[in-house]
């Protein structure tokens, strides 16, 4: 496996907190992503990183925030948590963006009650 | 914008059964083509890919994909599933210019022994 890890790999928060979710990898790979998985959505990109404090927004970046100050740490905070951002988060990792695999972290099941 | 479609969403075969999951992307030019496997309560991991060459792919565990230029499919195959082919199939696709992968929305196969 990859050395990607992901933390916390649990946790349930209440509406309105702060909640950030860490990916650490240890490959030394350029480009970082996270998605959220949810029922009959399938991955959905949430934001990327193509390096240290290069990041673009994915297709539903509302209500999320990002931060790569290292190139093994790739951060994502969601401000003011809605239950809506209940749903697992995958991190990614690739080399190449597109011209080789992805890497998948083990996931962070989130809870916003 | 790019999108990749996964027709069917819950598919049940019985074990020893012929399997064909259908993926159509939607853009033309030169594309990358993947199909990730999640088993249950696992991360996404690479089965196979396609960048160019013979259009006929080979990957793990007896998978096999048939890229279709004229088509925008890449459809996937194995010729007797087993019980531990249980998961849940995603195609992806990069047609460059994006740092991104366009993912579909997953198939659920279910094998019944």
């Known amino acids: 496996d990859a050395g990607i890890t992901q933390s916390p790999r649990h946790k349930v928060t209440e509406t309105g907190t702060p909640v950030t979710l860490r990916c650490h990898q240890t490959?030394?790979?350029?480009?970082m992503y996270w998605y959220r998985q949810d029922p009959g959505h399938g991955l959905r990109l949430i934001h990327y990183?193509?390096?240290?404090?290069?990041?673009d927004k994915g297709e539903v970046s509302d209500g999320y925030s990002v931060s790569r100050s290292k190139t093994e740490d790739f951060l994502l905070t969601l401000e003011s948590a809605t239950s809506s951002q209940t749903s697992v988060y995958f991190c990614?990792?690739?080399?190449?963006?597109?011209?080789?695999?992805?890497?998948f972290g083990p996931g962070t099941r989130l809870t916003v009650t | 914008a790019q999108s990749v479609s996964q027709h069917n969403h819950h598919v049940i075969l019985s074990e020893a059964a012929s399997l064909e999951l259908g993926c159509n992307y939607s853009?033309?030019?030169?594309?990358?083509l993947f199909w990730y496997v999640q088993y249950p309560g696992q991360h996404l991991q690479l089965l196979l890919k396609?960048?160019?060459?013979?259009?006929l792919v080979k990957g793990i565990k007896g998978f096999e994909a048939e890229f279709i230029k004229s088509k925008f499919s890449f459809n996937l195959r194995k010729p007797s599933v087993q019980w531990s082919d249980t998961a849940e199939y995603f195609c992806?696709?990069?047609?460059?210019?994006?740092?991104?992968?366009?993912f579909g929305i997953g198939t659920k196969l279910q094998v019944i022994p």
């Open positions: 990183s193509y390096g240290v404090k290069d990041t």
């Open positions: 853009y033309g030019g030169t594309v990358n």
């Open positions: 396609y960048f160019s060459g013979d259009p």
């Open positions: 992806a696709a990069y047609s460059g210019g994006y740092q991104k992968v366009t």
């Open positions: 990614a990792i690739t080399r190449l963006a597109g011209k080789d695999e992805q890497y």
């Open positions: 490959e030394n790979h350029r480009y």
